[in-house]
């Protein structure tokens, strides 16, 4: 329930934020949402408060309708347990599959649907379609996304460099799981 409200929270205030800044970040040019499902694995991530307990976390993709996925995000906890969030995910702009908006499932979500959603940007995406970087346009959130529960070095550097060059603060990075 922790999570859930802490999840609600990020999402309000990012969502009532239309303000990117003077250098929102670029993102990639389309994703094709059919490769794009399924499971990514959180390599690294800025901190922030909902998953403040999270050890490891993955998000599960899958296709619903048109350019809309369904969202499940799991997070082993520092005690051992499992949190999970499901949500939708959907274009900010129709037929623009690079910039999403994200809406979790829960009470407060239906009351204010207006208020309770978050950015989902793809930043980059390899042609292969086993890494990715997101983030948001203000700069606070940051996903270093995989396949594979773990990355190569120089797949690490690559994601870290787009992340640098689009403005993140990279030196506040969480690593996930055993590798650092």
């Not at 009351?111 to 890494?131: I, N, S």
């Amino acid at each position: 329930m922790r999570l859930l409200l802490s999840l609600l929270m990020m999402i309000i205030l990012t969502g009532c934020n239309p303000d990117y800044g003077p250098n929102p970040p670029k993102t990639v040019d389309s994703v094709d949402l059919n490769r794009y499902q399924g499971t990514w694995y959180e390599i690294a991530r800025l901190p922030m408060v909902y998953q403040r307990d999270c050890l490891q976390s993955e998000a599960q993709y899958q296709v619903i309708g048109k350019d809309e996925l369904s969202v499940i995000n799991r997070c082993r906890t520092d005690k051992g347990l499992i949190q999970e969030a499901e949500g939708t995910a959907w274009p900010q702009e129709e037929g623009q599959t690079s910039r999403f908006w994200v809406r979790f499932h829960n009470l407060i979500s239906y009351l204010l649907p207006w208020m309770t959603r978050g950015h989902y940007w793809v930043l980059y995406l390899d042609p292969e379609y086993k890494m990715s970087l997101v983030g948001s346009p203000d700069h606070k959130f940051l996903w270093l996304l995989a396949r594979e529960p773990q990355l190569s070095q120089a797949d690490r550097d690559i994601l870290l460099k787009v992340a640098t060059e689009q403005g993140y603060d990279v030196k506040s990075l969480i690593w996930s799981g055993p590798a650092k």
